[in-house]
């Protein structure tokens, strides 16, 4: 690569970060996710907007085909978002609450998943497969599209809010990381299935073995083993540069991921469940100097590429995107409202937990960036999944701003619980 194209690669960058940066804080501003406008960023950079102009095209498709740099940032971005996701998923709901959780969990995500699988062979069409898709592979990508709830996205909307320390998004983020944990292994699964013709029962079972077996160790052995390695006293690297230690352990994950052909998504997800433990946050402030350069850089970044990726021209079907937000909200809200109800929740609670759960947000968009790069799904099935995910989110940060601001309780009190949840609960609540 020479000076020029280098030059190229590098104006792109900086398009795509400060225009995905400058748009996340335009919709942080009107109280929407971020994440829509750095996907913004890379839709008005892309073929529907700049893309148009002759000469802004040639210089973008130029850029893009320079070395694969881009390609390497968008992976990088997609796998530090998993890996900080994977982080925050230590202490998210009490013992006492463990029961709701897994009634909304078991309920609220296992049926939209059952009935996305029962119903996928009557919905999967030609347009909908990739060049490596199968009827496997797209039944499990439609079955998981159905169930997913955004754990990155919701979280924002809590904390913009100032609800973050409430039961109610205690609940949530607990169903959300639990389902999140299931739907990754599902997804791995789905690519370990694609591209195959016919099907190889033999070699599909040992990828499911390796793959349940790498699941299994992620949340159970693993852990223990870097928690042990952590305090080593030959571990030189941990005590000089935290920070670099950590991105070790991603970087170890995603390499025996690859060796043992895993989803190298679903291993930085692990990795960062492993970083962090149960009793004490270890490396806190190495996890929070990730963070920075992460959401600075690299993710809004892969939010941008995402949207770059977009065919918004020829690759928008309405009859489509309309029939999978409909439908998969549809089942999504139903099943959430059922298993509430299981819980004991009534009225409002079961609006305000349907809505929430329903988005989509930040897994609904890896899971489309996975499956596409797999060649599990067509581009225009990779734009719904993505546009979907955007739709469910915009709706559930809508309405929670509605919910607090009227100054509506998130979940009824329980009998000797207090004032009801809203925006005057105290940070105190427990």
Same mark, same amino acid.
């Given at each position: ?10 104006? /792109? ?60 940032? &968008? ?38 998943? /059952?009935?996305? /699988? ?7 069409? *030609? =347009?909908? /497969? ?12 439609? !079955? ?7 754990? *990155? ?52 079972? &040992? ?35 935290? %920070?670099? &230690? ?6 170890? &994950?995603?390499?025996? !991921?690859?060796?043992?052909?895993? =989803?190298?998504?679903?291993? !930085? ?67 959430? =409202?059922?298993?509430?109800?299981? !819980? ?11 809505? %929430? ?57 329980? *009998? ?11 940070? =105190?609540?427990?």
């Amino acid at each position: 690569m020479n000076n020029s194209e280098l030059t190229q690669v590098l104006f /792109l960058l900086l398009l795509l970060a400060g225009l995905a940066q400058l748009l996340g804080w335009v919709f942080v501003k009107l109280r929407q996710p971020k994440a829509v406008g750095e996907i913004l960023a890379g839709v008005i950079l892309g073929n529907a907007v700049a893309g148009r102009i002759p000469a802004v095209a040639h210089f973008i498709d130029s850029a893009k085909h320079q070395g694969n740099i881009l390609d390497f940032v &968008y992976w990088l971005g997609l796998l530090l978002l998993m890996f900080l996701a994977g982080a925050e998923t230590q202490q998210l709901f009490t013992r006492e609450e463990r029961r709701e959780v897994g009634w909304l969990t078991i309920v609220g995500t296992g049926l939209p998943f /059952l009935l996305g /699988l029962f119903f996928a062979p009557w919905l999967i069409k *030609p =347009s909908l /497969l990739g060049p490596n898709g199968n009827r496997i592979s797209i039944t499990i990508i439609l !079955a998981v599209g159905v169930a997913v709830t955004s754990v *990155p996205v919701v979280s924002k909307i809590f904390a913009d809010l100032q609800i973050l320390h409430t039961r109610f998004a205690r609940l949530v983020l607990g169903v959300a990381v639990l389902e999140d944990i299931v739907l990754w292994l599902a997804l791995a699964i789905a690519t370990a299935a694609a591209g195959k013709a016919t099907l190889d029962v033999r070699g599909l079972s &040992y990828h499911l073995i390796v793959t349940v077996a790498f699941f299994i160790l992620g949340l159970t052995l693993a852990p223990r083993l870097v928690k042990r390695f952590n305090k080593a006293r030959f571990n030189v690297m941990a005590k000089a540069s935290p %920070t670099g &230690y950590a991105v070790a352990v991603l970087l170890a &994950y995603c390499v025996i !991921a690859g060796v043992l052909h895993i =989803s190298m998504v679903f291993a !930085a997800f692990l990795a960062g469940f492993a970083v962090v433990h149960k009793k004490r946050r270890l490396f806190a402030d190495a996890l929070e100097a990730i963070g920075k350069v992460s959401f600075a850089f690299f993710i809004p970044v892969y939010f941008a590429i995402v949207g770059l990726r977009l065919d918004l021209i020829r690759g928008l079907s309405f009859w489509m995107l309309a029939a999978f937000i409909v439908g998969t909200s549809a089942v999504k809200v139903l099943s959430v =409202s059922l298993a509430g109800r299981f !819980a004991g929740f009534r009225g409002l609670d079961l609006i305000n937990l349907a809505i %929430t759960t329903n988005a989509r947000g930040g897994p609904g968009i890896v899971l489309a960036s996975v499956a596409l790069d797999a060649g599990i799904i067509s581009a225009q099935f990779y734009t719904t999944l993505v546009v979907a995910a955007v739709v469910t989110s915009q709706i559930a940060g809508a309405w929670l701003d509605i919910v607090v601001h009227k100054g509506w309780p998130l979940l009824a009190p329980k *009998p000797a619980a207090g004032p009801a949840e809203g925006p005057l609960v105290s940070t =105190s609540e427990t």
